[in-house]
């Protein structure tokens, strides 16, 4: 069965970097799907942040795209995102998923993980 | 970048009415939409894909329709359990990104 769980700091400081891990189990992610990172401010709706291919070419959102790195570690079976100079509206449930782009969708996805933005 | 317009914001309905939430994008997208059911404190879930495929493991009481700009997602009787915030979701062939749009919740009348 295919499981994603998100790690990193709860917390972060304005201007700083945020970072956050997710590790897959069940399944390799350099054999197959993208992998993706998406967001959702408190009592907001979603926001797709970017995707990777299982051979570690990334996709952004337009509106991010300057501020985010999306990467693989297969040796790991992990794929991280990094977002820089965060401020307070980039406070959110981050979730990561696994992509499908044979059927543009995503149907396993982890549980999500708060961070906060703020000082 | 590609808009995508989701309308009622919010839906009162009962156990056993039809609904239909609609989604319509700001320029013709094909068939590449899912819908997603979302409940508090948890990670969406996949219903349809594809505008119409039905995911593994839904109820049939959930349908989906439409091409180019116009999309609808359709229970054909309210259950206790679908009381939840439903999503739309494109996929930009050109720019190989997804938007979603702006959330439908569903409350109980």
């Known amino acids: 069965q295919v499981q994603l769980q998100e790690s990193g700091p709860g917390l972060v400081k304005p201007s700083e970097t945020l970072s956050l891990t997710c590790t897959v189990s069940?399944?390799?992610?350099?054999?197959?799907?993208?992998w993706a990172w998406i967001r959702q401010p408190p009592g907001r709706g979603l926001e797709w942040i970017g995707s990777?291919?299982?051979?570690?070419?990334?996709y952004y959102n337009p509106s991010l795209k300057s501020r985010v790195t999306i990467s693989l570690d297969t040796s790991k079976n992990q794929f991280s995102l990094r977002l820089t100079s965060v401020a307070a509206a980039d406070t959110a449930v981050y979730y990561c998923?696994?992509?499908?782009?044979?059927?543009?969708?995503?149907?396993?996805w982890g549980q999500g993980t708060l961070v906060t933005v703020s000082s | 970048d590609i808009q995508m317009t989701q309308s009622p914001s919010t839906l009162s309905a009962s156990v056993g009415d039809r609904v239909t939430i609609t989604c319509r994008a700001s320029?013709?997208?094909?068939?590449?939409v899912a819908w997603y059911q979302q409940k508090p404190g948890k990670a969406p879930k996949v219903l349809i894909y594809?505008?119409?495929i039905l995911e593994s493991g839904v109820p049939s009481r959930f349908s989906g329709s439409g091409s180019g700009t116009e999309f609808t997602l359709t229970i054909s009787s309210l259950q206790p359990d679908d009381f939840a915030t439903y999503y739309c979701q494109q996929y930009n062939t050109y720019s190989r990104g997804y938007t979603f749009g702006q959330g439908t919740k569903l409350e109980i009348k």
């Open positions: 069940g399944f390799s992610i350099s054999r197959a799907y993208y």
């Open positions: 320029q013709s997208i094909g068939s590449w």
């Open positions: 990777i291919s299982f051979s570690g070419s990334p």
């Open positions: 594809d505008a119409s």
């Open positions: 998923a696994r992509d499908r782009r044979d059927r543009p969708s995503s149907d396993y």
